[in-house]
Structures are given as C-alpha cells and as structure tokens.
C-alpha cells in the first residue's frame, strides 16, 4: 500500500471515529482543565467582541468561554456528527463542515484555537494545515494549539508493529488503542519548526500531564506571511523509505 492511500484511510477513519461518538462524546468528562484555562487566558487578550475561530471545534465545549468574554465564535470541523451537537447549543455565529487541511479562511479571526486536534495530522499535512491557520487569523492574531505527547518507547514500539505488518508508516505514528484512528506525535522541536516556518512566533508555552495523556500548550502569534518552501525541497523532513507520492495540495 503506497502511504498517501494509508493516509487517506487513516484520515476516514479518524472522521468514523468521531461520527460515531459525537452524541454521547460530552459524557466523558472531557476536556481536561488545562485546556480551558488556557482558552480563558486567549480570549482575555483578545480585543472586544473579538471574532475566533475554534477549529476543529468538536462540540462546542468552548463556545460558551468565548461568548461570555462577549467574544464571537465561529466553529468549524470535518465531522457532521459534531456540528450537529455543537449547533445545538445555539452560540457561534456560523458552523463550517471543513478539515484543518481545507481551511478556507482569510484574515477573518483575531484569534484562533485548535485544541486536541494535531495528533491527527500526518507529518505531511503539518505545514498546510499551519498555514492554513496562519491565513485565517488577522496581521498580530493569536492562536492556541495544543501538541500532544507520549514517550518515546511507545511511538518506537508502534513504529516497529506497522512496519512488521508492511504499512507505509513513519515514526511518531500510531494506529491502534485510543487514538480514534490515527496519532502522530512530533514532538517538540519538530513542532516548534513548523511553526516559525509557518510565521508563527511562541508567545508562552507549558505542558501538563491530565488524565493520563501529556500535553504541550502553545500560544502563538501571527507574525508574518510564511515563506513560500523552495521548489522541490521537502518541508517536513520525513522519510518512509519509498517515494513520497505527489499531492493535491487541496486535500
């Protein structure tokens, strides 16, 4: 199987996942603390009635912090079932059915949150899906993402399992356990690349250990336009061993 078949697989099965747990996802006492503080402190530097974007959004467990700062939210994610519980509670001003890789937004946000959402992005996805984030926030706006981690023998143990089973796979992938599908975990350094690639200075950052999974937690600001990558030269530094099949940089 070439990867960019085993990607796309991965990517639909990510998207079944959370189809499938949309209506009872907000049963699991999730999202862990951190996060919402963290949501607290973007929205207070935030002008007022700040436009946001939260992407993916889920179901618009954060709506309700943004719209008592007496911000705007706008959600958008890939998955209808979500949407769906997300419009129910009737706060963002308009939902998008859209990936992080089709984000189609252009200087429209002054802020912009993607939150437990990177771990399903291939490496190869990482700089569109940053720049796609870069596009959408306004000249000086902030962005929360999150980044998250496991050690490292786990990602060495998956690795070793999805090559014996002759999958395309690179390392800081996972498949099986509680991963909805698809994980990839960069790690730091190569995040923090990405990011100042993609014009996207770290203001603050801090990780925590909650509920059994580690997080790295970056605010980050629009800084300036990404720089276009040199023709033919690779931005994501991965190596799988066969020829990395040329994409529609749509998808």
């Known amino acids: 199987?070439?990867?960019?078949?085993?990607l796309d697989q991965r990517r639909a099965a990510v998207l079944a996942s959370y189809d499938q747990d949309a209506a009872t996802y907000d049963d699991h006492g999730y999202p862990a603390q951190t996060q919402q503080d963290w949501v607290a402190r973007l929205v207070r530097a935030c002008p007022p009635a700040a436009k946001i974007l939260d992407t993916p959004c889920g179901t618009g467990t954060y709506f309700s912090l943004?719209?008592?700062?007496?911000?705007?939210?706008?959600?958008a994610d890939q998955s209808a079932g979500m949407l769906a519980?997300?419009?129910?509670?009737?706060?963002?001003?308009?939902?998008?059915?859209?990936?992080?890789?089709?984000?189609?937004y252009a200087g429209e946000f002054d802020a912009v949150m993607t939150i437990d959402a990177m771990e399903h992005v291939p490496p190869e996805d990482w700089p569109l899906v940053l720049a796609n984030l870069h596009r959408a926030a306004r000249p000086?706006?902030?962005?929360?993402?999150t980044v998250e981690e496991v050690a490292d023998p786990v990602t060495e143990e998956a690795f070793a399992t999805l090559t014996q089973r002759g999958l395309p796979a690179v390392r800081g992938e996972v498949i099986d356990g509680d991963v909805g599908g698809y994980h990839y975990y960069p790690g730091r350094d190569r995040a923090t690349a990405w990011f100042d690639g993609a014009g996207l200075q770290v203001i603050d950052e801090g990780f925590k250990q909650e509920d059994g999974w580690g997080y790295r937690h970056f605010l980050l600001k629009h800084t300036k336009h990404p720089p276009d990558p040199p023709s033919g030269i690779?931005?994501?530094?991965?190596?799988?061993?066969r020829p990395r099949p040329e994409r529609d940089p749509g998808l």
Not at 92 to 104: F, H, K, S
């Open 66 to 75: 943004v719209a008592a700062a007496g911000h705007r939210v706008v959600g």
């Open 140 to 145: 000086g706006g902030l962005l929360y993402l």
């Open 1 to 6: 199987m070439d990867r960019q078949t085993w």
């Open 234 to 241: 690779p931005t994501t530094g991965v190596t799988v061993g």
């Open 85 to 104: 519980q997300a419009r129910a509670r009737n706060v963002a001003i308009a939902l998008d059915q859209v990936g992080l890789q089709e984000l189609p």
